[in-house]
């Protein structure tokens, strides 16, 4: 029975974890360059279940790591980097105190190097596990590409992280993978289908932006020179997947402007005004996802013929908005973002250019009679022209959001646009869906029916106007009101020319969506009788709860409609005194 | 006269000793040659100048005393001071006369100069030997095939090729294999969350209200959690003015013992007499148990043993009849061990978004996940007030920092533990010193001051010499 009596502490999770003291002691190495290894390598500190005995009967708070993560980050050959680092500092503090300017620029000369190819080939072994980590890879890229050089931030690697910001962005364009953009308070949102992978991101709006304080810039520089390598990676496999020239180039020679810009910087310069295609290596890429079709029957499950005109439906839609702006050409006004818009435009198949004397890039100019959109962001526009549309940027956000092109009348300047609902939010089935997107969404169908939302959405204009007419005159006649709509649209030249044109009679069209969406209802009701005995209640509970969420859904729309109702009352009340 | 006043003497730095010869004689003749000769050569031209009349060497200008008298005429003479005087904004621009210039540190060559010919040809000799010779154009081909990597190794690390070019058939094992959990994610969060969508540049009514709303709970929570720690702790343990006293204590302590006080005594006294004793009454031997009493206890209880046996079987027995009372029991303990893994499961669903405490600083979270959005409290959510929100993207005025965003997304998804900012301490205290060559200005000042303090003084010391002068003649006058 006797044995060896068992010791405290000898094993378990007391050996499994090490504190972050006794893994510095271990590598040898100092706070800060044990940070940026951790950093590089993707070792995270861990916290343990049991932390009194983890931490030999104490109970404070440590930061702990596993010990198999320190005996792997013990191997890698960046450790001997960084204590090289470590001897080469020390020998320069001396040099440089010594006054030996020889012996330093010796020493400047062997500056240590170390190379995160290994590390980046052993963090991702696949593509696809890189593609992972892009979200973080460009939030950073991005918002070290427009810090002004400091003490703390090097200006390369401000420069890197730009050229790799504008590489991706051009790559963006080419593969037309913008999905959505969300033009928020803190930035615009992006995102984007890459090789299956949703990758979304933040760019910071252009303005001039207090840097936080309370930020340790040491980690994140160590982020942003990690996250820039991997981006270089990332954009090199895109690029010769893509089968464009790495890195990019012009497709055509632009003449050096020294008002603009250094000779060395043109074609930089020019790439990063976004405008200009980038060369392609020539051979011509495969033209499966532009078929629908084919890239339905790619998928996983083809059996399921549900999931395939689902499929087909998607990929009808993205490829409506990758040509949503085909032909089109837009013309921005000074004082429009002018990098963002170019890029959305541009992933959508549309041409930007701008006043020559705003930046390099700008292809054609103001006088140009095939621009067919200007974009302005002021109140008024002098010099109108007729041959062209005149709207606010936010038109072309929510266009690509809903994935058409919206009728700008809402947009013109001067005019306070729609809200711009984020594409983020979608409603499930029978959930309450808020007053401000079904008009968004009746806009989109705007189009198709217009007459049809004329008489559906009468009285609400008929509110919206006398909101605005108010003040003007306080009587007025619904027929008056009519009478001045169309007189505004006479003034609209497109407007004209669409009543005006004589179209052809067509086929009666069958509703893809509605005749899916019969299908589906019937292969519910199908499949609710073939539910097991089993799992019947647990189906009834989920059905029960889905009926109370429509149920509280009616119940706001009612109470939303009562409150219509009210204040259409109190409004003619008010009228008629 | 002139001869003697004119006539050149020594320097007064010659030192010579008196007692040689070499002193005796003027060593340096050729001022005094130099001066012999121009007398000369002045008598030879027209006369000593020194013996000429004064009128015979000068004469009154006559001729531009006019425009000068019409000058000061045609402006008044403060004016012209003016005039002449430099402006006082360029004047204070002037370095101060009384400063000196600050000395330069000696470069490292400064006594290059100094070296003799002779030393530096020696130098140049060793330079040009052939080991040198040979030495020199080494390094400078070094340096040439150095440039290159020099330049390389400028730049921060780079991209150069596709790492994933062969996915499918580079399926190479790395030297050491990475643990287990390598490359799994310490957070199921993602990078990039995505914003309520009352945070949009031109939000909806509703969504814009709804993120109000949201902001205003989180206010509220953090009102909540400040009250009960102001429970927990100040009022717990006030500061010394409201802390309660010994007089406080008196009073709350015999609050409500005034009116039955008298009653309480009583009681009290009789419990003292009772504790003063033993509880047990003395053993006698009268109290003993006879052998049958003893006996009829035994039998007791072995009757009550043998019907307590009888009744358990019995019960036993008729448990069958309890079986549905069982059944419920069982079901109902069932259906919690139910309720709490269902708890427990949705716990651990939750757990991947949770930060976990990785430091001593602790990261205040509160997750509420919400339908759509994942909601994290500790940071104020950005939004806009109402009368903020701007018609146009060209007034629109952005919230926040998105370096600050990214570095809470990172501490939130546990990739780096919480960290504060350390200050940086001095060992020791800075000395200041003063340049010797500034002293001067600040010397004038120092003196200035001290003149003045002087001056009080005296007049303080007179005050008090009056006031003693008054005491002591009242004194004398008692007398």
């Given at each position: 029975?006797?044995?060896?009596?068992?010791?405290?502490?000898?094993?378990?999770?007391?050996?499994?974890?090490?504190?972050?003291?006794?893994?510095?002691?271990?590598?040898?190495?100092?706070?800060?360059?044990?940070?940026?290894?951790?950093?590089?390598?993707?070792?995270?500190?861990?916290?343990?279940?049991?932390?009194?005995?983890?931490?030999?009967?104490?109970?404070?708070?440590?930061?702990?790591?596993?010990?198999?993560?320190?005996?792997?980050?013990?191997?890698?050959?960046?450790?001997?980097?960084?204590?090289?680092?470590?001897?080469?500092?020390?020998?320069?503090?001396?040099?440089?105190?010594?006054?030996?300017?020889?012996?330093?620029?010796?020493?400047?000369?062997?500056?240590?190097?170390?190379?995160?190819?290994?590390?980046?080939?052993?963090?991702?072994?696949?593509?696809?596990?890189?593609?992972?980590?892009?979200?973080?890879?460009?939030?950073?890229?991005?918002?070290?590409?427009?810090?002004?050089?400091?003490?703390?931030?090097?200006?390369?690697?401000?420069?890197?992280?730009?050229?790799?910001?504008?590489?991706?962005?051009?790559?963006?364009?080419?593969?037309?993978?913008?999905?959505?953009?969300?033009?928020?308070?803190?930035?615009?949102?992006?995102?984007?289908?890459?090789?299956?992978?949703?990758?979304?991101?933040?760019?910071?709006?252009?303005?001039?932006?207090?840097?936080?304080?309370?930020?340790?810039?040491?980690?994140?520089?160590?982020?942003?020179?990690?996250?820039?390598?991997?981006?270089?990676?990332?954009?090199?496999?895109?690029?010769?997947?893509?089968?464009?020239?790495?890195?990019?180039?012009?497709?055509?020679?632009?003449?050096?402007?020294?008002?603009?810009?250094?000779?060395?910087?043109?074609?930089?310069?020019?790439?990063?005004?976004?405008?200009?295609?980038?060369?392609?290596?020539?051979?011509?890429?495969?033209?499966?996802?532009?078929?629908?079709?084919?890239?339905?029957?790619?998928?996983?499950?083809?059996?399921?013929?549900?999931?395939?005109?689902?499929?087909?439906?998607?990929?009808?839609?993205?490829?409506?908005?990758?040509?949503?702006?085909?032909?089109?050409?837009?013309f921005l006004n000074r004082e429009v973002p002018r990098e963002e818009l170019t890029f959305v435009i541009r992933c959508c198949g549309g041409e930007a250019s701008w006043d020559r004397s705003l930046g390099v890039g700008a292809t054609y100019s103001d006088s140009d009679d095939s621009i067919t959109h200007h974009i302005i962001d002021r109140p008024t526009v002098s010099n109108q022209r007729l041959d062209r549309t005149y709207i606010q940027p936010q038109w072309v956000f929510d266009s690509i959001n809903a994935r058409m092109l919206l009728p700008p009348q809402e947009y013109f300047p001067g005019i306070p646009c729609p809200p711009h609902l984020s594409p983020f939010v979608e409603e499930k089935e029978g959930e309450y869906v808020p007053e401000e997107k079904v008009k968004f969404l009746k806009r989109m169908k705007g189009e198709m029916e217009e007459e049809e939302e004329e008489s559906d959405g009468e009285d609400d204009e008929e509110a919206e106007e006398s909101e605005d007419e108010d003040n003007e005159e306080a009587v007025q006649q619904v027929g008056q009101k009519r009478k001045r709509n169309t007189s505004e649209a006479a003034e609209e030249p497109e407007k004209k020319t669409v009543k005006m044109a004589v179209s052809e009679g067509s086929i009666e069209k069958v509703d893809k969506q509605k005749a899916l969406a019969r299908q589906q209802a019937e292969e519910r009701r199908l499949g609710e009788m073939m539910i097991p005995k089993k799992h019947k209640r647990l189906y009834h509970k989920i059905m029960t709860s889905r009926k109370k969420s429509s149920q509280e859904t009616m119940k706001l729309k009612e109470k939303k409609e009562k409150l219509k109702a009210a204040q259409k009352k109190s409004k003619k009340k008010k009228e008629k005194v | 006269?002139?001869?003697?006043?004119?006539?050149?003497?020594?320097?007064?730095?010659?030192?010579?000793?008196?007692?040689?010869?070499?002193?005796?004689?003027?060593?340096?003749?050729?001022?005094?040659?130099?001066?012999?000769?121009?007398?000369?050569?002045?008598?030879?031209?027209?006369?000593?100048?020194?013996?000429?009349?004064?009128?015979?060497?000068?004469?009154?200008?006559?001729?531009?005393?006019?425009?000068?008298?019409?000058?000061?005429?045609?402006?008044?003479?403060?004016?012209?001071?003016?005039?002449?005087?430099?402006?006082?904004?360029?004047?204070?621009?002037?370095?101060?006369?009384?400063?000196?210039?600050?000395?330069?540190?000696?470069?490292?060559?400064?006594?290059?100069?100094?070296?003799?010919?002779?030393?530096?040809?020696?130098?140049?000799?060793?330079?040009?030997?052939?080991?040198?010779?040979?030495?020199?154009?080494?390094?400078?081909?070094?340096?040439?095939?150095?440039?290159?990597?020099?330049?390389?190794?400028?730049?921060?690390?780079?991209?150069?090729?596709?790492?994933?070019?062969?996915?499918?058939?580079?399926?190479?094992?790395?030297?050491?294999?990475?643990?287990?959990?390598?490359?799994?994610?310490?957070?199921?969060?993602?990078?990039?969350?995505?914003?309520?969508?009352?945070?949009?540049?031109?939000?909806?009514?509703?969504?814009?209200?709804?993120?109000?709303l949201e902001a205003h709970n989180v206010e509220i929570k953090k009102e909540k959690e400040k009250k009960r720690l102001y429970n927990a702790l100040d009022a717990k343990f006030p500061n010394k003015a409201d802390a309660p006293n010994e007089s406080t204590y008196l009073t709350e302590m015999s609050a409500g013992l005034v009116s039955d006080s008298e009653e309480e005594k009583e009681e009290d006294d009789e419990?003292?007499?009772?504790?003063?004793?033993?509880?047990?009454?003395?053993?006698?031997?009268?109290?003993?148990?006879?052998?049958?009493?003893?006996?009829?206890?035994?039998?007791?209880?072995?009757?009550?043993?043998?019907?307590?046996?009888?009744?358990?079987?019995?019960?036993?027995?008729?448990?069958?009849?309890?079986?549905?009372?069982?059944?419920?029991e069982i079901n109902k303990n069932e259906r919690k061990q139910r309720d709490r893994a269902e708890l427990k499961r949705k716990k651990k669903e939750l757990e991947p978004f949770k930060t976990k405490r990785l430091n001593s600083i602790k990261y205040p979270l509160h997750i509420s996940i919400s339908f759509l959005f994942i909601i994290f409290e500790e940071q104020d959510l950005a939004l806009k007030l109402s009368t903020e929100l701007v018609g146009s993207y060209r007034e629109l005025k952005p919230e926040g920092h998105l370096l600050k965003d990214i570095y809470k997304s990172v501490q939130r998804r546990n990739i780096v533990e919480p960290r504060v900012k350390q200050k940086v301490k001095r060992k020791y205290k800075l000395k200041t010193f003063e340049k010797k060559g500034h002293k001067a200005v600040t010397r004038v000042v120092v003196h200035v001051v001290a003149a003045a303090a002087v001056a009080v003084i005296v007049v303080v010391v007179a005050v008090i010499v009056v006031v003693v002068a008054a005491a002591v003649v009242e004194v004398v006058l008692d007398y």
């Open positions: 029975m006797g044995g060896t009596k068992k010791k405290k502490f000898e094993r378990g999770s007391a050996t499994a974890f090490v504190s972050r003291n006794k893994a510095l002691k271990k590598l040898q190495l100092s706070l800060g360059d044990f940070r940026a290894l951790c950093i590089f390598k993707g070792i995270y500190p861990v916290e343990p279940l049991h932390k009194k005995k983890v931490n030999k009967g104490s109970t404070a708070v440590k930061t702990f790591y596993n010990l198999k993560d320190i005996q792997f980050l013990a191997h890698d050959n960046l450790i001997t980097k960084f204590r090289e680092k470590k001897h080469y500092l020390r020998r320069l503090k001396k040099a440089v105190a010594k006054k030996n300017t020889y012996a330093e620029s010796i020493i400047r000369d062997n500056k240590p190097v170390y190379s995160l190819k290994h590390v980046m080939k052993e963090r991702y072994p696949t593509f696809t596990d890189a593609l992972r980590d892009l979200d973080d890879c460009l939030n950073l890229c991005f918002v070290f590409a427009t810090f002004p050089h400091s003490q703390r931030i090097k200006v390369d690697l401000v420069q890197l992280c730009r050229r790799r910001t504008v590489e991706f962005q051009h790559y963006v364009i080419a593969a037309k993978a913008l999905r959505k953009v969300f033009v928020s308070i803190k930035g615009i949102y992006y995102q984007a289908d890459i090789k299956g992978e949703t990758i979304t991101w933040v760019v910071s709006h252009k303005r001039g932006y207090e840097h936080p304080q309370d930020v340790d810039y040491k980690i994140m520089e160590t982020f942003a020179e990690y996250n820039s390598v991997l981006l270089g990676h990332i954009n090199i496999k895109l690029y010769s997947d893509s089968h464009l020239v790495y890195p990019p180039q012009l497709n055509e020679y632009v003449s050096h402007d020294p008002a603009k810009c250094l000779e060395g910087d043109i074609v930089d310069e020019h790439l990063a005004s976004l405008a200009p295609h980038i060369r392609t290596t020539g051979e011509h890429p495969d033209e499966v996802e532009d078929d629908p079709e084919v890239d339905a029957m790619n998928a996983v499950n083809v059996d399921d013929p549900e999931y395939i005109e689902r499929s087909k439906v998607e990929a009808a839609a993205v490829h409506r908005l990758q040509n949503l702006f085909k032909g089109c050409k837009f | 006269m002139a001869d003697q006043h004119n006539a050149p003497k020594l320097s007064k730095k010659r030192k010579l000793g008196k007692n040689k010869k070499k002193s005796w004689c003027v060593s340096k003749v050729d001022d005094i040659e130099e001066f012999l000769e121009d007398e000369r050569q002045q008598i030879r031209t027209g006369g000593l100048v020194a013996e000429k009349a004064d009128d015979v060497l000068f004469v009154v200008d006559t001729s531009s005393s006019k425009t000068t008298a019409d000058l000061s005429e045609k402006e008044p003479q403060a004016k012209r001071r003016r005039k002449d005087k430099p402006l006082k904004c360029l004047a204070l621009l002037q370095p101060d006369p009384h400063s000196k210039a600050v000395r330069k540190s000696d470069g490292p060559n400064f006594q290059k100069g100094k070296r003799t010919n002779r030393i530096l040809d020696r130098l140049r000799a060793r330079s040009q030997s052939q080991t040198r010779l040979k030495a020199a154009e080494e390094s400078r081909k070094y340096a040439e095939s150095r440039r290159d990597v020099v330049e390389s190794q400028k730049q921060l690390p780079v991209t150069a090729e596709d790492l994933w070019a062969n996915d499918d058939v580079d399926k190479k094992t790395f030297s050491v294999k990475p643990p287990k959990k390598y490359r799994k994610k310490p957070s199921a969060l993602p990078a990039t969350l995505v914003p309520h969508p009352g945070a949009s540049a031109n939000p909806s009514y509703d969504d814009h209200q709804a993120l109000l419990e003292s007499q009772n504790t003063s004793l033993s509880v047990n009454p003395p053993v006698r031997r009268e109290d003993r148990k006879t052998k049958k009493q003893r006996r009829v206890e035994m039998e007791s209880k072995v009757k009550e043993k043998e019907k307590a046996k009888m009744t358990d079987i019995k019960q036993r027995e008729n448990k069958v009849l309890r079986i549905p009372t069982i059944k419920a």
